[in-house]
């Protein structure tokens, strides 16, 4: 029957052509299901369906799309989600092909659309130049992804076709330097403002968002000429391919801080300011979009065209969770919680103890050990107590049960219990050291965690954007920039305007260092993907992530909540904090030097022997 059946086939085929070729034009007929180079790129609207695609395909490491689970790899939050993904409170150590990146094939797609725009299309010049712009910058920021994981990679602008000649060596490039690759970024940039149109588009480049990534690629590349050049022993290859010249940082620095002063003056950006509720506020200035005046260049998501994202069913705090099947997958560290400083401006730690450390410190609700908190830990994270779509999400951990002496601490095996005394034993919303899909830590995700009924429901899911830069960051890449360039009175002001969005006031600080400077760009910037990129460029993740049990910056602490039980005492009823190493994490981070440049596998090398390893690899 089967072989029946393929005949058939070939004689309907055969038949087809037969009667089909008294057409004269058969042969010439353009093929229904295939649309030809002459077809799209003299269609706006086509090219324009290609920009989107390759906008997606851009690398990314942590975002609410893809590869969110290693928000929970380093040291603002732990995996409190299933099993599946423990292993990432278990990283004995960073692998060296982590971050790695080699998307040849993504940079050939952009060098053929380029040519194909040149060489093909009949549109008017100045539309061929806006587009031709546009698809270099994809370019040019698909390097600057490769150089700030990898180092130095080929600079390939052209199409490389293969003449089937048996000998491919001329299709082998050797590895630019990396000071070079940061340059092509940055004059790449520089050099399609005049024509990338798409002014005040918040999802296509334009002026500013060139802009933007001058500001942060050459920010980069400064602290890395800098501060590697500081390291007891640099971290360089004999030709370039890693390492930046020492003496070039202050050119860098010169240029991230021009860009960013353009931006500020003349962008027409605005911090995000519409809610008298300053912890609302933060919140709103990532997920809100509509009319949004900080941010500058977004992934968007909508229902309307089938385009949205799981992360919100995947992350949101189990007490509020709807349909899901998980839930609270990354939960936020006691160790970012407690960087967020007093309004008073001094030091972020919760206060659990008296000061000679011979008591706890009772609290009549939850939620009063956080109260005149830098605005942006409630934008951040939902701490027991605070609310969450107007509902209050409640935790605690067990009770403490005065014993005479002493307190005994007590859990419960499940979530949602009672104890003897009939209150609350272990709260819904846990802590929990153990049950999975609730907090290990004693917090809950909320930045980027879709407010919309419905939007952590398997049908519905969450159209909030991935917000790629945003004014905020670049008030700190200036900040960050004028004080490396000595301009310490410029670089205050900028930190000031922020810190007085998240409630400290006007002209909070009356200096300013280099630590500050870092200490606000990670309350500020947290769960936005800047953390291992930073600790990378400033040289220090080997410190901070030193692989070390008594090192604290290499582990994950939580905060447990626990109601008194005490009879006749006047703290029986209330609550008091015990600060630990979170029960499900297991291995310091560890962070080694060969970790600074990502790994170029023996296979590239095979293709490519042109190509020279990392350093320690």
Excluded at 146 to 171: A, C, W
Excluded at 429 to 435: A, L, V
Aim: hydrophobic share 35%.
């Amino acid at each position: 029957m089967m072989k029946l059946l393929k005949i058939n086939i070939l004689a309907a085929v055969l038949i087809g052509f037969v009667f089909s070729s008294c057409e004269n034009d058969w042969l010439d007929r353009e093929p229904p299901n295939i649309l030809l180079d002459e077809q799209v790129w003299n269609d706006p609207k086509l090219i324009t369906g290609v920009l989107s695609n390759y906008y997606d395909r851009l690398p990314q490491h942590t975002t609410i799309t893809g590869g969110w689970p290693d928000f929970a790899a380093y040291d603002e939050a732990m995996w409190s989600g299933y099993s599946g993904n423990d292993w990432l409170n278990n990283l004995v150590t960073y692998d060296f092909g982590r971050w790695g990146l080699w998307d040849y094939g993504f940079i050939r797609d952009i060098n053929l659309a380029i040519d194909k725009l040149q060489n093909v299309s009949e549109l008017a010049d100045d539309v061929k130049t806006q587009f031709i712009s546009e698809l270099r910058f994809i370019r040019a920021y698909v390097y600057f992804e490769h150089v700030k994981r990898m180092g130095g990679v080929p600079i390939i602008t052209e199409q490389l076709i293969y003449d089937f000649s048996g000998d491919p060596t001329y299709l082998q490039f050797p590895r630019n330097t990396e000071e070079e690759v940061y340059d092509f970024v940055i004059s790449e940039m520089e050099e399609i403002i005049p024509t990338i149109g798409n002014n005040g588009s918040q999802t296509r480049a334009n002026k500013f968002t060139a802009l933007a990534i001058v500001s942060r690629s050459a920010l980069y590349a400064g602290s890395l000429a800098k501060y590697n050049g500081q390291m007891a022993s640099p971290i360089t290859l004999p030709g370039g391919e890693v390492g930046i010249t020492p003496g070039s940082a202050n050119a860098y620095f010169t240029k991230s801080l021009e860009a960013s002063r353009e931006i500020i003056q003349q962008g027409g950006y605005s911090l995000y300011n519409t809610n008298p509720d300053l912890g609302e506020n933060f919140y709103e200035a990532i997920i809100n979009k509509n009319g949004n005046p900080e941010v500058i260049w977004a992934q968007d998501f909508l229902s309307s065209a089938d385009k949205r994202h799981g992360f919100t069913y995947d992350n949101i705090a189990r007490p509020v969770r709807e349909d899901n099947l998980g839930s609270s997958a990354i939960t936020p560290s006691l160790n970012l919680v407690e960087d967020y400083e007093y309004l008073d401006g001094t030091s972020g730690e919760l206060k659990t103890r008296t000061a000679d450390d011979s008591d706890y410190i009772y609290y009549d609700n939850v939620e009063d050990i956080f109260a005149n908190k830098d605005a942006r830990l409630y934008g951040t994270v939902i701490y027991p107590g605070s609310t969450f779509r107007g509902q209050e999400v409640f935790m605690q951990a067990g009770v403490a049960v005065w014993n005479g002496s002493g307190y005994d601490l007590m859990e419960s095996n499940g979530l949602g219990t009672s104890y003897d005394d009939g209150g609350v034993f272990t709260a819904a919303g846990g802590p929990h050291r153990s049950i999975q899909e609730v907090s290990n830590t004693g917090f809950y995700l909320r930045k980027y965690i879709d407010n919309a009924v419905g939007a952590s429901t398997r049908g519905i899911r969450s159209e909030v954007w991935w917000v790629r830069i945003r004014l905020a960051e670049v008030y700190l890449n200036a900040a960050e920039a004028a004080y490396e360039l000595g301009e310490s009175t410029e670089a205050l002001g900028y930190i000031n305007i922020l810190r007085e969005r998240a409630g400290f006031g006007e002209n909070s600080l009356s200096t300013i260092d280099i630590e500050k400077i870092r200490h606000e760009r990670r309350v500020e910037l947290a769960f936005e993907d800047h953390v291992v990129w930073d600790y990378k460029r400033w040289r220090v993740a080997h410190e901070k992530w030193s692989g070390i049990t008594e090192n604290p910056e290499s582990m994950i602490y939580s905060l447990y909540p626990y109601r008194v039980i005490r009879p006749g005492s006047p703290n029986d009823g209330k609550y008091i904090f015990v600060k630990s190493v979170a029960p499900r994490f297991r291995a310091p981070r560890f962070f080694q030097l060969g970790n600074y440049y990502s790994l170029i596998g023996q296979n590239l090398i095979d293709a490519n022997p042109k190509l020279v390893r990392n350093p320690f690899h």
